[in-house]
């Protein structure tokens, strides 16, 4: 069977949760990306969370910007989980002063930091989505819902045409008369684009990444590009540095 190559941007954040989460789906093969060689090697990208700004300007100096825009342009699929999805946001307000770089490509607008700042950190079970639901299978108790982890998060106000919504989140009386909003997005799709607010990879639930997974068999299956279907070589893909594995201390939270 084909192996999948998913690549984890990894200048910043919480890469290798997503790494951890990635190598547990069979015939998922996890890489590091930090290099536009790297880049090229992966059938689809993750980008974490993490501090958007800080990412922004290593990703800016490293002259990653214009390789990523060219990778999602390709139709190779893209993930950005809290900081990925103010990357991958058109229009984004709250910002620090004098901005950041954005990937963009999601036509929405993104409240950054929009849930307050890290003490105002949260978890919340929440109704599963339809991509997550199997089809033609009834869902078990504990999959109709999902753990939803926010930290310092930001959520999508507006969205245009063509974007998917794929899970909201309604707002407490307290948060409405703060923020004015009885809900906002916190996932949406658009063609090859992902992005949710909260950090699945902070769970041991795989759902949403298998979702991602299959965006990347998807692409794999429509590629006319030989170089697109061409079988890994986990020999040398999974010998990353000792870094990409998650040490035994630092378990994904249960």
Same mark, same amino acid.
């Given at each position: 069977m084909q192996q999948i190559r998913v690549g984890v941007?990894?200048?910043?954040?919480?890469?290798?949760?997503?790494?951890?989460?990635?190598?547990?789906?069979?015939?998922?093969?996890?890489?590091?990306?930090?290099?536009?060689?790297?880049?090229?090697?992966v059938d689809g990208l993750v980008i974490p969370g993490g501090e958007s700004t800080t990412m922004a300007l290593v990703a800016e100096k490293w002259g990653l910007l214009p390789a990523l825009r060219?990778?999602?342009?390709?139709?190779?699929?893209?993930?950005?989980?809290?900081? !990925?999805?103010?990357? &991958? #946001?058109?229009?984004?307000?709250?910002?620090? @002063?004098?901005?950041q770089a954005l990937i963009g490509g999601i036509d929405c607008l993104v409240h950054r930091n929009f849930f307050g700042a890290q003490i105002n950190s949260f978890e919340s079970q929440l109704p599963a989505p339809d991509c997550l639901k199997k089809e033609g299978q009834e869902l078990s108790k504990d999959e109709e819902t999902f753990r939803a982890v926010f930290i310092r998060a930001?959520?999508?106000?507006?969205?245009?045409? !063509?974007?998917?919504? &794929? #899970?909201?989140?309604?707002?407490?009386?307290? @948060?409405?008369?703060q923020s004015g909003h009885e809900s906002v997005i916190i996932a949406v799709r658009s063609k090859n684009l992902m992005a949710t607010s909260f950090h699945p990879e902070l769970t041991a639930d795989t759902r949403w990444h298998?979702?991602?997974?299959?965006?990347?068999?998807?692409?794999?299956?429509?590629?006319?590009?030989?170089?697109?279907?061409?079988?890994?070589?986990?020999?040398?893909?999974?010998?990353?540095?000792?870094?990409?594995?998650?040490?035994?201390?630092?378990?994904?939270?249960?």
């Open positions: 941007l990894a200048l910043q954040g919480s890469f290798r949760e997503h790494m951890f989460l990635l190598n547990k789906i069979e015939n998922v093969v996890a890489t590091e990306v930090r290099t536009e060689e790297q880049l090229k090697m060219a990778f999602e342009r390709e139709g190779k699929p893209v993930w950005g989980t809290c900081a !990925g999805l103010i990357f &991958l #946001a058109d229009r984004a307000t709250g910002m620090k @002063e004098g901005g930001p959520a999508i106000t507006e969205v245009g045409e !063509g974007v998917e919504v &794929l #899970a909201k989140y309604v707002l407490t009386k307290e @948060e409405l008369l298998r979702y991602f997974v299959d965006m990347v068999k998807e692409y794999l299956s429509t590629s006319v590009d030989g170089h697109h279907n061409r079988q890994v070589d986990i020999s040398k893909t999974a010998s990353a540095p000792k870094s990409s594995y998650r040490p035994r201390d630092l378990p994904v939270y249960q």
